[in-house]
């Protein structure tokens, strides 16, 4: 069995735990700011229950946020710029160079509304400096997530093709062969070959609509390729805050292993012990080859 790389988890809800509020507009960028060794300790929780790479607390840090709660222009830039370094340095901290940092980077506006993106020229100023910022910073990895808008996807991709480090891009479905502005798949593999995407990976839909995007995914991408869904009983949505007790994770998550991903994580909903889950099914599977092996 190929062993896959353990992405982290959720942030914003492990915050939530921690007595740390996430105001929907912002969600957890100022938690950088105010409660930066609570962000550190979700870190290292990851870490320590076998993730391979964590991701930054940058989901929300960029101007276009925060310009939403009334900030300035000028103000809203260096709140987020300050937000955003201070989350990787959280993160290198946390990671203290044992394990990859992947820059966390998502679309300008509601993930789960495609029809809000501002377009082309608002989303290459935003794009572009939020990259400019998160590459400055250092990271391992640039990471695009919860992305479901075909020309978002085009604008962030072909900003990121001027670095020299590797792109993640990770989709959100609308169904097994749409992203969620109703693009086909076989457009998503167009651009993600076209500006070099090594890894591309699907998140935040259900266990269930997950496994099934990977057998439209699989057979289009002969790269690298992972999934980290959310927990939900029901896709996207306020709903995924209800999710599915342990054992169905268990046993959901281990089907999608069998598919060989290179990279496996949770999304919403999930925290350090869903992460431990994986890494104890992982050790399970490579101790029963080792020992069909030795027969």
């Known amino acids: 069995m190929k062993k896959p790389l353990l992405l982290d988890g959720a942030m914003g809800t492990e915050l939530q ?7 929907l507009t912002i969600w957890t960028a100022d938690a950088n700011i105010d409660h930066p060794d609570i962000v550190i300790d979700i870190h ?8 391979n790479i964590i991701t930054t607390n940058t989901f929300r840090t960029t101007s276009w946020t925060y310009k939403k709660t009334g900030l300035t222009i000028s103000r809203s830039n260096e709140r987020a710029k300050n937000s955003l370094y201070k989350a990787v340095e959280c993160a290198h901290n946390a990671s203290v160079g044992l394990v990859k940092v992947a820059g966390s980077i998502s679309s300008i506006d509601d993930c789960y509304q495609p029809e809000k993106f501002p377009g082309r020229s608002f989303a290459e100023d935003i794009y572009g400096q939020t990259l400019d910022w998160v590459i400055d910073a250092g990271v391992d990895i640039l990471l695009f997530e919860t992305m479901g808008s ?12 001027k670095y020299e480090i590797p792109i993640w891009l990770s989709i959100i479905m609308k169904n097994e062969i749409q992203i969620l502005d109703g693009t ?24 269930e609509k997950t496994l099934l995007s990977i057998e439209s995914i699989v057979p289009m991408w002969d790269k690298k390729w992972g999934v980290f869904p959310n927990l939900g009983i029901v896709d996207y949505g306020n ?9 169905n994770f268990s046993i959901k998550m281990k089907n999608i292993f069998k598919k060989k991903p290179d990279v496996v ?14 890494s104890n099914i992982l050790k399970e599977e490579n101790h029963c080859e080792i020992e069909n092996k030795s027969f």
């Open 184 to 207: 086909h798949l076989n457009q998503i593999i167009h651009l993600a070959k076209k500006y070099a995407v090594d890894c591309l990976l699907t998140n935040c839909n259900e266990i």
């Open 17 to 23: 735990k921690r007595g740390v509020g996430i105001p």
């Open 150 to 161: 075909l020309t978002e996807i085009d604008v962030a991709l072909s900003l990121a093709n």
């Open 265 to 278: 994580g949770g999304c919403c909903g999930s925290s350090p012990e869903h992460i431990k889950i994986l």
């Open 239 to 247: 709903e995924y805050f209800e999710i599915i007790d342990k054992t």
């Open 44 to 51: 290292k929780d990851y870490i320590k229950a076998g993730a």
